[in-house]
């Protein structure tokens, strides 16, 4: 393990934050299902690392997931709420224009 490597030791499973909670009751029931079969191998992966304890699977409603602010496109409102929920600060970007539109040396 690379923590090891630096001399980092965990401590307890690592949460992960979903907010699919079809995707958790499918990883904790290790029950076959007919829906499922399709299932590829990196979620089998998944369901071996939940029963060994390494992962724990939490709930997270949608509206909170701070990851959105990296994987996807959102309104400057939703933006700012979830950059501060993450301890960051919020920066007040310009309304509108381009980057032709700001002079680097006056900042």
Do not use: W
């Amino acid at each position: 393990m690379v923590e090891a490597n630096v001399g980092l030791v965990q401590v307890g499973a690592t949460t992960i934050m979903c907010d699919n909670q079809g995707c958790i009751a499918v990883a904790k029931n290790p029950t076959h299902h007919s829906r499922t079969k399709h299932i590829d191998i990196q979620h089998h992966f998944i369901r071996e690392k939940l029963e060994s304890g390494e992962i724990g699977l939490k709930y997270c409603p949608t509206k909170d997931m701070v990851a959105d602010v990296s994987t996807k496109a959102l309104a400057k409102e939703r933006h700012q709420n979830l950059t501060r929920s993450m301890g960051l600060g919020v920066l007040d970007y310009l309304q509108s224009g381009s980057v032709e539109d700001v002079d680097v040396d006056e900042t």
